[in-house]
């Protein structure tokens, strides 16, 4: 009997065959992940395990990217507790502000993280780098802990749930983000609850990596353990595109066509629209031109999700010549330090200006709450971000509404939210 | 373990933010945590959850954000246990490598009312509700899973990983 994509990387990390699912494995860890809020648990957990270094300096990534630039008195205690462990243990890849980025986009883009690999990080987003080929999964900060001394880390094999994106997409807006809170949409926030989800199909095929990412990124709000994809040419040619080259060996693995799959579902191209997730689940999704009426006070783009270049790029294509709504406030967040550079070589920053749209350094900020961007009382945003859970962007009494770049770029201009072809041509 | 407490019921997907907004993640001190409990989805509970009362929750509870901060709190307030259908995967995960007790016991779950009283035994695997008079079988828990919890948890298990090494 063959075997899934994740089962293979597992099975190859664990010593193992095979492994079905189900089956519990002790599995190596090839990057172990902790961002500024969750990583100071994980150093005193490690302090109480009585461990004095860690499995391996090059392995383990910190990234002060939550509260980064630190937002309060509070925060920066919490940042120094990370940067005095990386400083002590000899972290090789600690990213200090200025260098750093949205902890998902950075690592690609440094490559860490490979095909192949078994990623874990103390944040549930970590499932992002399953655009790569790669078994990512979120875990806690004890989790983070155990693994950051022993490099291992115990998981039940999941069972996979394959979906299949056939045709090709109705516009040129359409977005990984689409694909995936359609997916969302239909299978709810607990469809994929303890289980892989693997994409496949000719419109992941034919998807940009940044596109890939965003779907991959979003796994996690269906309940999954993994969202995976096979490596292709175009997973080489980014990791080639990076400045940096790959500091380890790595395995491009695919599912066998025999392969065991809880369940199959099949899309096509001509039944996603571009999406919108009303509050207070990414579940509540409906295509935007169902959004009616929904006037709207800020709109942020950026995040794990949407904050690579070429989402900056799609909303500067819409904005250019055109101005953010009178009583709107929009915030550009680019990911990482390169995307913001490329966009400011590009001139898309110049066009965010015009229009009025402030631009900020790198950060989760808005996204969770934190600072930069945070919403009163009663007030609305549109986000590329990925959760829409009550309070997530401020008060519990805001909402926050999710959608691609293009429908949020769209809604700055209009102040309500709306479809982009409506404001140019498709 | 028997547990036994005053119970208080949430709704479906009680995520992580409503548990402990991001707005209070500036710190990792269990009891400035605890004071902002479950604040997003009833802003007065930490006032009055006492020592050893169980949250009863809905499905997928605890879902989005890894944080650790989530099972923490909960902790730290005194709530001896949480009882759901289904929890989420990286809360389950993190309740268990932190001791916090969890149950899957769905009937359990669906008929309980807030201020019912709840004995949870955690070794037989049963929920009694004393005050419908109701008794309920909850889900096993993985024997690897019971192994990390005899051992005292993740770190406590780690602990002992380390000190085997030569
Ligand atoms: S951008 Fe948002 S979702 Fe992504 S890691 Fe930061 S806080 Fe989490």
Redesign the interface.
Known sequence: MGMTITEKILAAHSGHETVVPGQ?VDSDVDIALGND??A??AI??FA????DKVFDTKKVVLVPD??APN??I??AN?AKVMRNFAKNQKIENYFEVGRMGIEHALLPERNLTLPGDVII????H?CTYGALGAFST??????L??TM??GKI?F?VPESMKFIFRGVKKNRFISGKDLILYVIGKIG??GA??RAMEFTGPMIDDASMDDRFALANMAVEA???NGIMKPDWKTEEFMNSQEISPGRDFTQYESDEDALYHSVYEFDGDDIDLQVAYPH?PSNTRPVSEATDVTIDQVVIGSCTNGRFHDLKVAEEILRGNKVAPGVRMIVIPATQKIYMRAMKEGLIETFIDAGAVVSTPTCGPC???HMGILAAGERCVATTN?N????MGD?KSEVYLAGPAVAAASAITGVITDPTQVVTA | MKLSGKTWKFGA?V?T??II???Y????DPAALAAHVM???D?TFAGKVGEGDIIVGG??FG???????A??AIKAAGVSCVVAP?F???FY??AF??GLPIVECKSAADDANTGDVFEVDLAEGFVINKTQGKTYESAQV?P?MQNLLDAG???A???E??SKQP
């Open positions: 519990i809020i969750t100071p648990i005193s957990r109480e395990a009585g461990a939550h509260f937002k309060d509070a925060s919490q990080g103390a944040d549930s970590t979120g875990v806690g900060s004890t989790d802990a155990a001394i022993t115990w039940r926030v607990s609850l303890y309940g999954a353990k689940l969770l709450g934190g959760r859970f009550i309070g997530r519990p | 997907d995520d933010d409503q907004p991001a707005r993640l500036n710190t990792i604040e997003d989805a802003p499905d997928n879902c989005g954000s890894s944080r650790e901060h099972p923490i289904f989420a995967r990286i995960r993190n490598n932190m993985p690897f948890g993740l770190i298990y780690t602990r990983r380390i």
